[in-house]
C-alpha cells in the first residue's frame, strides 16, 4: 500500500503521494523493524518529509492545492537526483561501518570523475568511461573496478525500489571480473618448509606452519 501525507487547514484537507510503499499500516515517521529495507524507507520518508516541510516554512501563504502541486512536481521528475550522493545515502543504510566506508569511497569516485552525473544520464557509455577511469587513471585492478560498479549496481537496484529512477544500464552492461591467482604453497615447496632446519628459537614458528598446513589452512 501507498503512504500518504495528510496536510490541514481549517476545514480543507488533501492527501500527497510519497511515493513510497508498506505492506503494513503504522503510524508516526518510522517503518517497523519488521519491514523488509525498513532502514533505506525510513530515510526516504525522511528525505520527503523534510522536502515537504521545507516548502511550506518556505511559502506560508500557500494553498493546499499549491503544496501538493509542488510536492508532487519534484516527486514526478525520477531519475534527476545526484549518482554520487545517492551512492553515499545508500550506504549510509548499511550495518557495518566498513561497508558504508565502501560506499563512500565510491562516491567520491564518482563525484570527482563527474561530479553532475545523475541516474538519468549514467547510461551504458557512462559506465564503460567509468570504467576506463578505474583501470587506467586510478590503476585499480579488474576485480577492484568491478568492486565501485557493483556499489553502484545495488545503488540503482535501491533508486529504482524508491521510484527515484527508471533506469537501469546494468541490463546491457556486464561487470568484468578477473580470476584471482592462486597463491597457495604447492605441496613440493610445502614439504621443503617442513624439511626446512632452523634454529631453536624459530622451532616454534615452524610448528605452527605444519599445523595450519595439517588442517587444511
Not at 561487470?175 to 616454534?204: A, G, P
Request: charged share 30%.
Amino acid at each position: 500500500m501507498l503512504i500518504f501525507v495528510i496536510l490541514r487547514s481549517g476545514d480543507n484537507r488533501t492527501k500527497i503521494s510519497t511515493g513510497i510503499t508498506s505492506p503494513v499500516k503504522f503510524d508516526g515517521k518510522l517503518f517497523p523493524n519488521t519491514v523488509k529495507n525498513h532502514a533505506a524507507k525510513n530515510i526516504a520518508l525522511t528525505s520527503f518529509l523534510n522536502k515537504l516541510d521545507e516548502y511550506i516554512i518556505l511559502h506560508p501563504d500557500a494553498s493546499l492545492y499549491e503544496v501538493k502541486e509542488a510536492v508532487s512536481k519534484r516527486k514526478s521528475s525520477p531519475g534527476k537526483k545526484n549518482l554520487a550522493s545517492c551512492i553515499k545515502e545508500f550506504g549510509d543504510t548499511q550495518r557495518k561501518n566498513s561497508t558504508r566506508l565502501l560506499y563512500k569511497a565510491t562516491s567520491d569516485k564518482v563525484r570527482k570523475f563527474a561530479p553532475g552525473v545523475t541516474f538519468n544520464n549514467a547510461d551504458v557509455d557512462w559506465l564503460r568511461r567509468f570504467e576506463r577511469h578505474c583501470l587506467e587513471d586510478l590503476h585499480l585492478s579488474v576485480n577492484g573496478t568491478a568492486k565501485e560498479l557493483r556499489n553502484i549496481r545495488a545503488t540503482f537496484n535501491w533508486a529504482l525500489d524508491h521510484e527515484l529512477t527508471e533506469k537501469y544500464p546494468f541490463r546491457r552492461f556486464k561487470i568484468k571480473h578477473e580470476k584471482t591467482r592462486k597463491r597457495s604453497l604447492t605441496v613440493e615447496q610445502l614439504r621443503d618448509l617442513i624439511n626446512y632446519k632452523v634454529d631453536v628459537c624459530q622451532r616454534c614458528q615452524k610448528w605452527w606452519v605444519r599445523l595450519t598446513a595439517y588442517s587444511s589452512g
